[in-house]
């Protein structure tokens, strides 16, 4: 089946910086999502983006389906953006392969 | 917006008992999934349902089974629970032939604790 990796595993910031998480998956895909699991488990949509850019506030996203990776960009990162964020991809059957997730950690 | 609704949030059963989780997707969408995650561990898919049809099979252990009913919502049954079975659950739902994109959106979860 399709092998998706997220890097980096783990991240500590400091309130206010900006990062980078990084998806690659091993295969073409019909789906990509990211998603933030906050610490009470919740798996809240971030973004659909199979290809292209995507803004949402102080989130941005990035698929190159040719070149089979995303990324996922954070700027002027707050304590609530801390929690585990998950890329995961469809590709052949319809369901989610899920990332084993980047856990970030904001500090005030 | 209407989200995937989940019953009962938590879950704490006795090994060898059987639990029944059911999942209310999101109005209009024709897609059911089920996924289960371990502590620790990234969300797996177990199995899911198109238009009340079994669609695609994942790591489904042969002791849960599911159904979709006419009205979409969905039932995950579990027997035989071992130690192991203890995870979080989630059902998401998606507009595959309904909407613009094929997006899955996530219920908040049963948290399943086996004793």
């Known amino acids: 089946g399709i092998q998706v990796e997220q890097s980096p595993p783990d991240l500590i910031l400091q309130e206010g910086a900006n990062s980078t998480l990084r998806c690659n998956f091993s295969?073409?895909?019909?789906?990509l999502q990211w998603f933030h699991q906050n610490p009470w488990g919740q798996l809240i949509n971030l973004f659909y983006?199979?290809?292209g850019t995507k803004q949402n506030g102080r989130l941005s996203a990035t698929t190159v389906a040719t070149e089979r990776y995303s990324l996922l960009y954070i700027s002027s990162s707050q304590t609530t953006d801390s929690g585990v964020y998950f890329c995961a991809v469809e590709g052949g059957r319809r369901a989610l392969t899920f990332g084993s997730g980047t856990r970030l950690q904001v500090q005030p | 917006a209407a989200g995937v609704i989940q019953s009962p949030r938590h879950l704490i059963k006795e090994k060898r008992e059987t639990a029944t989780l059911k999942c209310y997707p999101i109005?209009?969408?024709?897609?059911v999934y089920w996924y289960q995650q371990g502590p620790g561990q990234d969300p797996q898919f177990l199995i899911s349902?198109?238009?009340?049809?079994?669609?695609d099979k994942g790591s489904i252990p042969d002791r849960f089974s599911a159904q979709q009913f006419s009205d979409y919502h969905s039932e995950l049954n579990m027997s035989s629970l071992e130690l192991g079975d203890s995870a979080l659950y989630f059902c998401?739902?998606?507009?595959?032939?309904?909407?613009?994109?094929?997006?899955?959106?996530f219920g908040p979860g049963t948290r399943l604790t086996v004793l």
């Open positions: 983006i199979p290809s």
């Open positions: 109005p209009r969408h024709d897609t």
């Open positions: 998401a739902s998606s507009a595959r032939d309904r909407g613009p994109t094929d997006t899955q959106y």
């Open positions: 295969d073409s895909v019909n789906n």
């Open positions: 349902f198109y238009e009340k049809m079994q669609s």
